[in-house]
C-alpha cells in the first residue's frame, strides 16, 4: 500500500463533497456533503499518521468527527426548521434576512 | 465570599435550566425557580458587598488591590487566556444593582405577565440576562467581558421580540440588535487594539496600567475610539441612539431591567473598567474638549429634546434614559469616574421606578396603552400609591434635591467644572433644565387633568406596589452613600479603585454657588411647565399658527430624520438601489431644507420652489437616479442571498489563494 492511494481517494470524496455542496439544492444533501468532505480530511489525517507512525494524526481524525456531529446537529435542526417555515429544503429559497 | 464569587452569576444561569427544562411543570411555572436564584444571589452580593467594604476600611486608604481569580481557559502561543472574577468596587457596584433591580422586576412579573403565553419562557429569559449581566461585570479580562456582552444583547433581542406575533416587534427586537452589532464591531478592534497596545494581555488590570503608563499614543487614541463606538452602540448614544425606543416594543419589566438599569449601561461600564485606556487615549487630563464628552453632552441634549414630542410615556422615559447615560458618558470623558458610576448607581433605581410605574399604569389604569394624551389623565386618585412613588422617581432624575439623582448629578457637574471642562458643566445645566421640564409634562399628562382613558382604573396589586415602594425608598437613600454637601464620601472611599487608576481624577468639595445654579435650572424647568400645563400659560396652540414651529415640531417628532436616515441612507445603499438613496436625498434633505428656508419668506418663496424642485433639482436627481440605478443592478447580483453562491466564491478563493500558495512556495 502506498500513501498516494489514500491521497488519490480522499481527494476524489473531497471533489465530490465540494461538487455536492455547491450543486444540490437540497439542505440535507449539502449537509451530507459536507460530511464527505470532513471524511475525506480525517481519511488524509489517518493516513498520514499511519505513514509517518505519529497518534496525533489520529487524535485529530476523532476530533474532527466529535466536532462534525455536533455540526450536523444544529445543521440538521436548521434545515428541519425552513423546512417548516418554508415548507421546502431548497436552499435557493433561503435568501432573505427577515424576522 | 470574594473569592468564591462566581457563585453569584452562576446561580441565575443554572435558573435559567432549570426554568427551561421543567419550569412548565411547577406550580408557578418557572417564576419561583428565578426569584429564588436571584434572590439568593442578591444576598450573596450583599455579604461580597461588605466584605469588600471591610477590606478597604481595614486597609485605611492603603491601595487595596481587586480580588481576581483566573483559571486557565486555554493557552495558545503563549499567551494565556483565562476567566475569571475580578471583584472591585466597580463590580460591587454593579452587581448590587443587577440583582436588587432583576429581584424586583421578577416579583413585579408575576402580576404584569400573570396569564402571558410563554410566561415560563420569559423567565428562563430574565435569569439568563441576570446571569450574562453578573458575568460582565464580574469579568476579569476583555474577552470574557465580550462574552458577557454579547449575551446581554442576545437576551435582549429575546426579551424585546417576547410578542412576536405583532411584526412591530420583531422589528424593533432586529433593529436593537443590529444597532448594537454595529458598536460592538468597535469593541471587537479596540480589544485587540488594546491587546496589542498592552503588551500581548486581555488582562484589565494589566491594559489599564499599561494605557496609565502611557507609550504609543496614537495607538492608545485608536484603541479609545473603537471603544467609545462600543459604548455608543451599547449605550445608546447620539447618533445609534434610535434603537432605544423602539425597544420599547418589549414588555414593560424588561424595558426597566433591561433598557433602563442594566443592558444600557454595560457600555458605561465598559468606559469605567477600562478608564485607563480613554484617560490616556483622549487626553481627559488635558481639558477642554474631548471625544467622548462631546458624544456625551449631544446625547443628553438631544435625548432630552426628543422627550419633549413624545406621547408614548414608555418612549419620554427612553429617550430620558438616552440623556441621562449621555450624563454618564460625559462624565467619564471629563474625568468624574467617581460620580459618573454613581450616577449609574443611583439612576439605575430611579428609571427602573419610572418604567415599573408606567407599567403600573398601563396594567391597571389605562388598559394596556401607553399614549398618555388619549388614555391617561387624572390617574392620581385611582392609584395613589403609584402616583407617589412615580413623583419621588421624577423628582429624583430631575436632579430635586434631597433625592439621589441631585446628589449624583451635582457632582458629576461639578467635577466637570473642576476639571477645565467648563463647557460641559453648563450642556449639563441645560440637560437638567430640559429634564425637570419634560418630567413635569410626563407626570401632568399622566397624573393631572381629567381621565381621558375608559374603564375603571384602580390601584395596582402588590406584586407591583411592592417593588414600586422598594424602588422609591432606594431613589431616596442611595444619594447619601456620596452627598458632598453633607460631607458624607462612602462611595468614593469604599468604591474607587486604589490600584491601575488615573491619578488625575480631582473630587472638588462641595460649592454653594454650583449646588444652587443646578437646583436653579430645575427650579426653572419645573416653573416653565407648571405654567405651560396647570396654568395655561405660554404659546399654546403655536404648532398649529406658525410654519416654523410646525415645522420644528415635526422635525422632533420625526426623530432628527435619523431612522429614515439609517434605513433609507444606509441599509439602502447597501442593499443594491442607489436611487432610493438618492431619492430620499430629494424627499428629505433637499426639500426639507427648502421648506426650512421658505419659513421665513414663504409667499415669496413658494413660486421659486415650484420651479426650482420640480424642475431642475427633479430632473438632475431622476438623471442620478437612473445612472445609480444601473449601477446598483450590477451590484446587487454579487450580494444575492444564495448560500451556494457565496459557497462557490468561497471555495474559488481558497483555491487560488493554496495555488498560489503551492506556486510562489
Given at each position: 500500500m502506498q500513501l498516494n492511494q489514500f491521497l488519490i481517494l480522499s481527494a476524489f470524496l473531497f471533489c465530490t463533497g465540494v461538487y455536492g455542496v455547491l450543486a444540490r439544492r437540497n439542505g440535507v444533501l449539502v449537509l451530507m456533503s459536507i460530511e464527505l468532505m470532513l471524511n475525506a480530511v480525517n481519511i488524509n489525517l489517518v493516513a498520514f499518521s499511519a505513514f509517518h507512525h505519529s497518534v496525533s494524526g489520529q487524535v485529530f481524525a476523532l476530533f474532527v468527527i466529535t466536532i462534525a456531529a455536533a455540526e450536523v446537529g444544529v445543521g440538521l435542526a436548521i434545515v428541519l426548521l425552513i423546512y417548516r417555515n418554508l415548507r421546502t429544503p431548497d436552499l435557493d429559497r433561503v435568501d432573505r434576512l427577515k424576522g | 465570599m470574594l473569592d468564591y464569587a462566581w457563585i453569584v452569576a452562576l446561580l441565575p444561569a443554572l435558573s435559567f435550566v432549570v426554568v427551561l427544562l421543567v419550569g412548565r411543570r411547577l406550580p408557578r411555572h418557572g417564576s419561583e425557580v428565578g426569584i429564588a436564584a436571584v434572590g439568593a444571589s442578591l444576598v450573596l452580593t450583599c455579604v461580597v458587598a461588605a466584605q469588600w467594604i471591610d477590606r478597604v476600611e481595614t486597609a485605611h486608604g492603603a491601595g487595596v488591590r481587586p480580588v481576581v481569580h483566573s483559571l486557565t481557559?486555554?493557552?495558545?502561543?503563549?499567551?494565556r487566556i483565562g476567566v475569571g472574577t475580578q471583584i472591585d468596587g466597580l463590580a460591587v457596584v454593579l452587581m448590587f444593582v443587577v440583582t436588587v433591580v432583576s429581584l424586583l422586576v421578577q416579583v413585579y412579573s408575576t402580576a404584569y405577565m400573570h396569564g402571558d403565553r410563554r410566561y415560563t419562557y420569559y423567565f428562563a429569559a430574565l435569569s439568563l440576562f441576570t446571569a450574562s449581566m453578573l458575568l460582565l461585570v464580574m469579568a476579569d479580562n476583555t474577552l470574557e467581558l465580550m462574552v458577557g456582552w454579547e449575551l446581554v444583547g442576545l437576551c435582549s433581542f429575546m426579551l424585546i421580540g417576547h410578542w412576536w406575533e405583532e411584526h412591530a416587534n420583531t422589528d424593533a427586537a432586529l433593529k436593537a440588535f443590529l444597532t448594537t452589532r454595529t458598536g460592538d464591531v468597535g469593541l471587537m478592534i479596540g480589544v485587540v487594539i488594546t491587546f496589542f497596545a498592552a503588551g500581548r494581555t486581555f488582562d484589565i488590570v494589566h491594559i489599564n496600567q499599561a494605557a496609565l503608563r502611557g507609550g504609543n499614543h496614537a495607538l492608545w487614541l485608536a484603541g479609545a475610539s473603537c471603544?467609545?463606538?462600543?459604548?455608543?452602540?451599547?449605550?445608546?448614544?447620539?447618533?445609534?441612539?434610535?434603537?432605544?425606543?423602539?425597544?420599547m416594543a418589549g414588555p414593560t419589566p424588561v424595558s426597566a431591567l433591561i433598557h433602563a438599569a442594566t443592558m444600557v449601561v454595560a457600555g458605561v461600564y465598559l468606559g469605567a473598567r477600562l478608564y485607563g485606556v480613554f484617560w490616556t487615549g483622549f487626553s481627559i487630563h488635558a481639558g477642554g474638549v474631548n471625544a467622548m464628552a462631546l458624544v456625551g453632552g449631544i446625547t443628553i441634549v438631544v435625548g432630552a429634546v426628543l422627550a419633549f414630542v413624545q406621547d408614548d410615556i414608555k418612549k419620554v422615559l427612553a429617550y430620558s434614559t438616552i440623556s441621562q447615560l449621555g450624563y454618564m458618558v460625559m462624565g467619564l470623558g471629563v474625568g468624574a469616574w467617581t460620580a459618573a458610576v454613581f450616577h449609574l448607581f443611583t439612576h439605575a433605581f430611579f428609571k427602573a421606578l419610572?418604567?415599573?410605574?408606567?407599567?403600573?399604569?398601563?396594567?391597571?389604569?389605562?388598559?394596556?396603552?401607553?399614549?398618555?394624551?388619549?388614555?391617561m389623565g387624572g390617574l392620581r386618585r385611582y392609584m395613589p400609591v403609584t402616583f407617589w412613588t412615580f413623583v419621588v422617581a421624577s423628582a429624583a432624575l430631575a436632579g430635586l434635591p434631597p433625592f439621589a439623582g441631585f446628589f449624583s448629578k451635582d457632582e458629576l457637574l461639578a467635577t466637570a467644572g473642576h476639571s477645565g471642562y467648563?463647557?460641559?458643566?453648563?450642556?449639563?445645566?441645560?440637560?437638567?433644565?430640559?429634564?425637570?421640564?419634560?418630567?413635569?409634562?410626563?407626570?401632568?399628562?399622566?397624573?393631572?387633568?381629567?381621565?381621558?382613558?375608559?374603564?375603571?382604573?384602580?390601584?395596582?396589586?402588590?406584586?407591583?406596589?411592592?417593588?414600586?415602594?422598594?424602588?422609591?425608598?432606594?431613589?431616596?437613600?442611595?444619594?447619601?452613600?456620596?452627598?458632598?454637601?453633607?460631607?458624607?464620601?462612602?462611595?468614593?472611599?469604599?468604591?474607587?479603585?486604589?490600584?491601575?487608576?488615573?491619578?488625575?481624577?480631582?473630587?472638588?468639595?462641595?460649592?454653594?454657588?454650583?449646588?444652587?445654579?443646578?437646583?436653579?435650572?430645575?427650579a426653572i424647568g419645573f416653573a416653565v411647565a407648571y405654567l405651560y400645563y396647570?396654568?395655561?400659560?405660554?404659546?399654546?396652540?403655536?404648532?398649529?399658527?406658525?410654519?416654523?414651529?410646525?415645522?420644528?415640531?415635526?422635525?422632533?417628532?420625526?426623530?432628527?430624520?435619523?431612522?429614515?436616515?439609517y434605513t433609507g441612507l444606509v441599509v439602502g445603499t447597501i442593499k443594491g438601489p442607489v436611487a432610493r438613496a438618492t431619492s430620499w436625498v430629494d424627499d428629505h434633505v433637499i426639500d426639507g431644507a427648502v421648506n426650512a428656508v421658505a419659513g421665513g419668506a414663504r409667499a415669496a418663496a413658494r413660486f421659486t420652489y415650484e420651479v426650482l424642485d420640480q424642475r431642475v433639482v427633479d430632473g438632475t436627481v431622476n438623471g442620478l437616479a437612473e445612472a445609480s440605478d444601473e449601477t446598483g443592478g450590477l451590484l446587487r447580483s454579487v450580494q444575492s442571498g444564495r448560500l451556494q453562491w457565496y459557497a462557490a466564491v468561497l471555495f474559488l478563493a481558497v483555491a487560488i489563494l493554496s495555488l498560489a500558495l503551492v506556486v510562489f512556495n
Open positions: - | 481557559w486555554w493557552r495558545n502561543g503563549g499567551i471603544l467609545l463606538v462600543a459604548i455608543i452602540g451599547k449605550s445608546g448614544q447620539f447618533p445609534l441612539h434610535t434603537w432605544l425606543p423602539d425597544a419610572l418604567f415599573l410605574g408606567a407599567g403600573s399604569v398601563a396594567h391597571s389604569g389605562s388598559h394596556h396603552s401607553f399614549d398618555m394624551k388619549r388614555d467648563t463647557t460641559f458643566l453648563y450642556v449639563g445645566l441645560l440637560g437638567a433644565f430640559l429634564t425637570a421640564a419634560y418630567m413635569t409634562r410626563c407626570v401632568y399628562l399622566t397624573f393631572f387633568g381629567d381621565f381621558r382613558g375608559h374603564g375603571e382604573p384602580h390601584e395596582s396589586p402588590p406584586a407591583i406596589t411592592v417593588p414600586l415602594v422598594v424602588l422609591a425608598v432606594l431613589s431616596v437613600l442611595a444619594g447619601w452613600l456620596y452627598a458632598t454637601v453633607a460631607h458624607v464620601e462612602k462611595f468614593q472611599q469604599w468604591f474607587e479603585p486604589r490600584v491601575a487608576f488615573p491619578a488625575g481624577v480631582v473630587h472638588p468639595p462641595f460649592e454653594w454657588s454650583e449646588g444652587v445654579l443646578a437646583v436653579a435650572a430645575v396647570w396654568r395655561d400659560a405660554g404659546p399654546h396652540g403655536a404648532t398649529a399658527r406658525d410654519g416654523f414651529a410646525r415645522r420644528a415640531h415635526t422635525f422632533l417628532v420625526e426623530k432628527l430624520y435619523l431612522d429614515d436616515l
